[in-house]
């Protein structure tokens, strides 16, 4: 059986460690890590763990590493592994954990420690680049994590936390924040990893407003404003990427690290973090359409809300008599249809079609709707007309689509006897039976100044009494059933003296 070995691969150092199966095999600061790398902070207690792949479909068993740290470097063959990320070794890979570089041995079964050495010297001259297909595959994944973050992200604060998470863990730079600047090198932070206080290059940030700025070595940038910079910073690295939607800059990726990376392991977090940014960039700019998008309806819709408004004013203002019926009708067409367990939907076009149920009165002559006494048949067709003239006013405006055969319908009657086409039964339209209840509920409670309003009990109990002539009969007894506190609110006032304090029109 083959055996493998995790040796120093830094000449000098004898550290080495023999893995034996099945694991979990523990690497790590802490003294009852199996692989225990002692004398190096950025190595945590439980860095990394090994696992074995026992032999399948005539391959051989491998070991397997799963990164468990969220700092500091755990890196095969130079590329890094994010918290939670595995990756199956093969012989000759290096591992690196912190400060620790160590390459994995492979021995065949009866060869000698001395053979072991012999492997050691070898590895010290293996090519360690990045295996192409490894590196692609692991930048994938990081790619796939962090794009995952920031297309959940549901707003614009979230898209930027979601970023700088994402390329704190897939790159282990321990600054990583979002900045808007400010002018002059200024800049707010709107995010930063863990929420900590960030810190950033004034500098470095000037120099960004061009295009990405990477630092992969303190040394290069001393003697310029930026490395004094970053030099009081302590900084040995650096990267400043801007974030750009259609040529407007919404702010910069900034992170930067104490500690010296492998220069491939920077390219490498600096093309993840720039791909990252663009994703970013994307769920903003897509953010921004949205809201405009969405302040365009609300204002739309308010337009809207007041067009109806100044159109129920116009009938309140020929009927003053019934002033505030439109309102009363819509809310009791709600009650009605939350009494009758009907579809929210249902419910909302109840309400707004009690609102403009009326609105073809404004076609009716001012001294037939006002006229005190009994009408005669003439005046009567007149006011008939009202559904008609409301449902050709209203045809046109899209958002009132739904409600039409409301207004159309609420005199209709379940018997066939109503107007304007004596429909009879389920033959009216939902909204038409629940507004004509509602309707006429208010009409019969309601004060006119010829006569007071009737009491509440009794007209309830006529409604009960109509159902299944001139109303719908299950409506009719869910309207019943509504609780008088939840009614009585919005009755009108019964008094006469309260209808005549308008008086009609001059």
């Given at each position: 059986?083959?055996?493998?070995w995790l040796?120093?691969?830094?000449?000098?150092?004898?550290?080495r460690?023999?893995?034996?199966?099945?694991?979990?095999?523990r690497?790590?600061?802490?003294?009852?890590?199996?692989?225990l790398?002692?004398?190096?902070?950025?190595?945590?207690?439980?860095?990394a763990e090994l696992?074995?792949?026992?032999p399948?479909?005539g391959?051989?068993?491998?070991?397997?590493?799963?990164n468990?740290a969220?700092?500091?470097?755990?890196?095969?063959?130079?590329v890094?592994?994010?918290?939670?990320?595995?990756?199956?070794?093969?012989?000759?890979d290096?591992v690196?954990i912190?400060?620790?570089?160590l390459?994995?041995?492979?021995?065949?079964?009866?060869?000698?420690l001395?053979?072991?050495d012999?492997?050691i010297?070898?590895?010290?001259?293996?090519?360690?680049?990045?295996d192409?297909?490894?590196?692609?595959?692991?930048?994938?994944?990081?790619?796939?994590?962090?794009?995952?973050?920031?297309h959940?992200?549901?707003?614009?604060?979230?898209?930027r936390?979601?970023l700088?998470s994402a390329?704190?863990?897939?790159t282990g730079?321990?600054?990583?924040a979002?900045?808007?600047?400010?002018?002059?090198?200024?800049?707010?932070?709107?995010?930063?990893a863990g929420g900590?206080?960030?810190?950033?290059?004034?500098s470095?940030?000037?120099?960004?407003?061009?295009?990405p700025?990477?630092?992969?070595?303190?040394q290069q940038a001393?003697?310029?404003?930026?490395?004094?910079?970053?030099?009081?910073?302590?900084?040995?690295?650096?990267i400043?990427?801007?974030?750009e939607?259609?040529?407007?800059?919404l702010?910069?990726?900034?992170l930067?690290?104490?500690?010296?990376?492998?220069?491939?392991?920077?390219?490498?977090g600096?093309?993840?973090?720039?791909a990252?940014v663009?994703?970013?960039?994307?769920a903003?700019?897509?953010?921004?359409r949205?809201?405009?998008?969405?302040?365009?309806?609300?204002?739309?819709?308010r337009?809207?809300?007041?067009?109806v408004?100044?159109l129920?004013n116009?009938?309140?203002?020929?009927?003053?008599?019934?002033?505030g019926?439109?309102?009363?009708?819509?809310?009791?067409?709600?009650l009605?249809?939350?009494?009758?367990?009907?579809?929210?939907?249902?419910?909302q076009?109840?309400?707004?079609?009690g609102?403009?149920?009326?609105?073809?009165k404004?076609?009716?002559p001012?001294?037939?709707l006002?006229?005190?006494?009994r009408?005669?048949?003439?005046?009567?067709?007149?006011?008939?007309?009202?559904?008609?003239?409301?449902?050709?006013?209203l045809?046109?405006?899209p958002?009132?689509h739904?409600?039409?055969?409301?207004v159309?319908?609420?005199?209709?009657?379940?018997?066939?006897s109503?107007?304007?086409?004596?429909l009879?039964?389920e033959?009216?339209?939902m909204?038409?039976?629940i507004v004509?209840?509602a309707?006429?509920?208010?009409a019969?409670t309601?004060?006119?100044?010829y006569?007071?309003?009737?009491?509440?009990?009794?007209?309830?109990?006529?409604?009960?009494?109509?159902?299944g002539?001139?109303f719908?009969?299950?409506?009719?007894?869910?309207?019943?059933a509504?609780?008088?506190?939840?009614?009585?609110?919005?009755?009108?006032?019964?008094?006469?003296?309260?209808?005549?304090?308008d008086?009609?029109?001059?």
């Amino acid at each position: 059986m083959t055996e493998h070995w995790l040796v120093s691969a830094v000449p000098g150092q004898a550290a080495r460690f023999r893995l034996q199966p099945p694991g979990p095999i523990r690497i790590g600061r802490a003294k009852d890590s199996a692989v225990l790398l002692e004398g190096d902070r950025t190595v945590s207690r439980l860095h990394a763990e090994l696992g074995w792949v026992p032999p399948a479909a005539g391959e051989p068993g491998r070991w397997r590493i799963v990164n468990h740290a969220s700092t500091g470097a755990t890196a095969v063959n130079h590329v890094r592994l994010s918290k939670g990320i595995g990756l199956t070794l093969a012989p000759g890979d290096l591992v690196r954990i912190g400060g620790w570089q160590l390459r994995l041995v492979a021995l065949e079964e009866g060869a000698s420690l001395a053979e072991l050495d012999d492997a050691i010297e070898g590895s010290f001259e293996q090519v360690t680049a990045a295996d192409p297909a490894t590196f692609a595959q692991h930048q994938l994944l990081l790619l796939l994590k962090g794009g995952e973050l920031i297309h959940r992200a549901s707003g614009e604060a979230e898209v930027r936390d979601a970023l700088v998470s994402a390329v704190a863990q897939a790159t282990g730079f321990e600054n990583v924040a979002f900045l808007r600047s400010l002018g002059d090198g200024n800049a707010e932070v709107l995010a930063s990893a863990g929420g900590a206080q960030a810190r950033f290059s004034r500098s470095m940030l000037r120099k960004a407003q061009g295009g990405p700025v990477v630092v992969t070595d303190l040394q290069q940038a001393v003697g310029s404003t930026m490395g004094a910079s970053l030099q009081r910073m302590a900084v040995q690295q650096a990267i400043c990427i801007p974030l750009e939607v259609g040529g407007t800059n919404l702010g910069f990726l900034y992170l930067d690290s104490v500690q010296k990376r492998d220069p491939d392991m920077l390219l490498e977090g600096a093309n993840v973090a720039g791909a990252l940014v663009r994703m970013a960039a994307q769920a903003l700019g897509n953010l921004e359409r949205s809201s405009m998008e969405h302040r365009f309806a609300v204002e739309q819709q308010r337009m809207f809300a007041g067009t109806v408004l100044a159109l129920i004013n116009a009938i309140d203002a020929k009927d003053p008599y019934t002033r505030g019926h439109s309102d009363r009708v819509a809310t009791f067409a709600r009650l009605l249809a939350e009494a009758a367990s009907l579809p929210e939907d249902l419910v909302q076009r109840s309400y707004l079609c009690g609102i403009v149920h009326d609105l073809g009165k404004i076609g009716v002559p001012e001294a037939v709707l006002c006229k005190p006494g009994r009408l005669t048949d003439d005046e009567f067709a007149l006011i008939k007309a009202h559904p008609e003239i409301g449902h050709r006013i209203l045809r046109d405006i899209p958002q009132l689509h739904d409600v039409l055969p409301g207004v159309l319908e609420h005199h209709e009657k379940w018997d066939g006897s109503g107007y304007p086409n004596r429909l009879a039964g389920e033959s009216i339209s939902m909204l038409g039976r629940i507004v004509c209840i509602a309707d006429c509920f208010d009409a019969m409670t309601s004060a006119r100044v010829y006569r007071p309003g009737r009491p509440v009990p009794e007209v309830l109990a006529e409604i009960g009494r109509c159902g299944g002539t001139h109303f719908d009969p299950e409506l009719a007894k869910a309207f019943v059933a509504i609780p008088l506190d939840r009614l009585m609110p919005h009755v009108a006032s019964p008094d006469p003296e309260d209808a005549r304090k308008d008086g009609p029109p001059a």
